[in-house]
């Protein structure tokens, strides 16, 4: 009888106490999208879902195609999915991910989301847990190739013109969509590549062949500037962390490069094997998200 009363009051004890908190990975994928819009565990768009790619990985999968005003919801789902409640999120980002995060973060990161229970259907949208709070748990954003200050190759149509995401994507516009500034105080860590080509020599500056240094650091100002790595004669150089760039050009609040590809060893693009630029950003994702 005594063994009986000792286990119904552990019972009764684990039942008063909150649910233990669980952390996440969330991977917003960029233009063209890849993945199953909906489905948290379908990495389509970055390469084998077996790779690491930090703590309890999920693809916060978006279209790739429409503006970032139309699919900021999807990005919302899976936020309050997973990064309310007692749970946190880590968040990387790759290419236009970049500008749908910080647009999202700008615009509601204030707003009151109910806590959900990070089980999803078949939308990606997750059921009540009870409580609301304001804003999203977030550690974190690491951000790899980083589109929030627009590319070059939108400004001259190199894309399809009629896409509504690369209207979004030219560089006047996408620093004039939000307060690149109103990150939540979450720290965006940027990580520039500069394995250009030929054809991106429109980029100003140092580039991984689709964003310049400008946009992949972090970089503030209504328009793109040319920026380079140490030693080059022709451009101001990016700086690592938050230090005012050469020439004196500042980042935005609360962004920082974490990495500058100095050997210009990464290319913009995954290659469907976790490549480019976001081998890099996910070798520091394994290491910190945990």
Known sequence: MNALRTLVATWLVALALPASATNYTLWVNGRTGGGIVGNYDS??????????????????????????ASQSPRLRDALDCFCTGGNWCYVAAHSAGDLLVGYT????????????????????????????????????????????GGSELADIG?????????????????RAMYNHNATRGIWFHMYAGARGTLYSGILPGQDDEVEAYHSAGGVAGSAGRAL???GDWFCDDLTLGTAQNQGGSSKWAFHS??????????RHYTGGNWGGIVSVLRAAVVDSAR
Not at 52 to 66: E, F, H, L, Q, T
Not at 139 to 145: D, L, M, P, S, T
């Open 158 to 174: 190199s894309w399809t013109t009629s896409e509504p995401l690369v209207q979004d994507l030219r560089t006047s516009t996408a």
């Open 43 to 68: 990495f389509g768009y970055w390469g084998p879902a077996s790779t690491p790619a930090g703590i309890n990985k999920k693809s916060a999968n978006w279209d790739g195609r429409g503006s970032i």
């Open 105 to 148: 973060l700008a615009n509601y990161g204030g707003t009151v989301r109910a806590n959900k229970n990070a089980v999803a259907n078949a939308s990606g949208v997750c059921g009540n847990a009870g409580g609301t709070q304001t804003g999203w748990n977030i550690k974190w954003v690491r951000v790899a190739a980083g589109s929030a």
């Open 257 to 266: 490069v974490a990495f500058r590809d100095d050997g210009e060893d990464h």
């Open 228 to 230: 380079c790595n140490p």
